[in-house]
């Protein structure tokens, strides 16, 4: 849509140093922006680009404005703000309410008027689903489920059963939600699979990334609070607890039992074991691995960075010799005393 620098400065808060008259109509990278293109800078790295961007507008922190060439919206989260003001030009799709001839949906569940159903869509026994959600082409919602108001599932996610969404959820194409946990006791004659008759609730305003899973608990619900975000390909196991406003990024496993407090950030490629707690407010680095409970806030690292493989092989033939030298260490300390 198009909108006034003027309307954006007073729905948003911000100083505007610029026409107030001047239109936007879609966002840009600053060092991409053309007429018409609302841009941001919250990173000191990107200033160059700033000085020549061409973009109608920036939004801008007050200390930045003297070098933006052009119009500015000066805030004091410049990014906060910038995601606000896009999803003002760039808005949803409006809904189209109703169930698509192509979906299927159970005679004993409950659809408010105002959601749509998309195409080739399943609606499983005795669910609930809230006003003005979406449910994408192609979605799964197995049996006892319920979507809360203003959720979106945006294509092919599936609810195994029993899974309870919060409102206003982002639910992305891929994800699994409360497929069988990882339950399996060793017998004389091979596994025996565990039953795994616990759901998953998710909190209000949660998002969950593309090809992501989270399992249903063993014998008690996964639970994943409100305000949670969950990238793309991670692995919630069965009975985690994620606390509220906890980020989880890209190609991340939490084990099953897990518990991981508030406000916590998990970078790439990072992790838990089972059965550990981390505290609220801990920052996980990539590649991490938790293997014992963190009980104090703060940035945690566990990893090798990538290096020369030539020197990199000449510190693992060190690794080796690692044992021998502390036998002669010991050795030594021996004949010392």
């Avoid at 069965?238 to 970078?267: D, L």
Wanted: charged letters at 20%; hydrophobic letters at 40%.
């Amino acid at each position: 849509m198009t909108i006034s620098l003027g309307e954006l400065a007073t729905r948003f808060g911000c100083d505007l140093e610029g026409d107030p008259d001047a239109r936007i109509d879609h966002v840009a990278p600053l060092d991409d922006a053309g007429p018409g293109a609302l841009s941001f800078l919250s990173n000191s790295q990107l200033k160059d680009q700033l000085v020549s961007t061409r973009a109608a507008a920036v939004i801008v922190r007050e200390a930045d404005a003297g070098d933006c060439p052009v119009a500015a919206l000066i805030a004091d989260d410049p990014y906060a703000t910038y995601a606000r003001m896009a999803a003002i030009i760039h808005p949803l799709p409006p809904l189209c309410p109703g169930i698509h001839a192509t979906a299927t949906v159970d005679d004993s569940s409950t659809i408010a008027a105002s959601t749509e159903i998309a195409a080739h869509s399943y609606v499983g026994a005795d669910c609930t689903i809230g006003e003005n959600v979406y449910v994408g082409p192609g979605c799964v919602i197995g049996p006892g489920c319920s979507i809360g108001d203003g959720s979106r599932l945006v294509a092919r996610v599936t609810l195994a059963r029993d899974v309870r969404i919060g409102a206003r959820a982002l639910i992305h194409p891929g994800a699994v939600i409360g497929s069988d946990g990882f339950g399996n006791a060793m017998t004389p004659e091979g596994w025996l699979k565990v039953p795994q008759v616990g759901g998953v609730t998710v909190g209000n305003d949660v998002e969950i990334g593309a090809n992501t899973t989270v399992d249903c608990g063993a014998i008690t619900d996964t639970v994943i609070e409100d305000g949670v975000r969950i990238d793309n390909l991670c692995m919630i196991a069965h009975n985690v607890r994620i606390g509220a406003h906890t980020a989880i990024a890209a190609q991340t496993g939490i084990a099953g039992s897990a518990v991981i407090g508030k406000r916590c950030m998990f970078a790439g490629h990072s992790g838990t074991v089972g059965h550990v707690t981390v505290c609220d407010d801990v920052i996980i680095n990539g590649k991490t691995m938790v293997t014992k409970d963190i009980t104090e806030p703060g940035a945690y690292a566990a990893a090798f960075p990538a290096e020369n493989a030539k020197t990199w092989n000449r510190r693992v033939a060190r690794f080796r010799r690692i044992d021998a030298l502390l036998d002669r260490v010991s050795s030594l300390e021996k004949k010392s005393t």
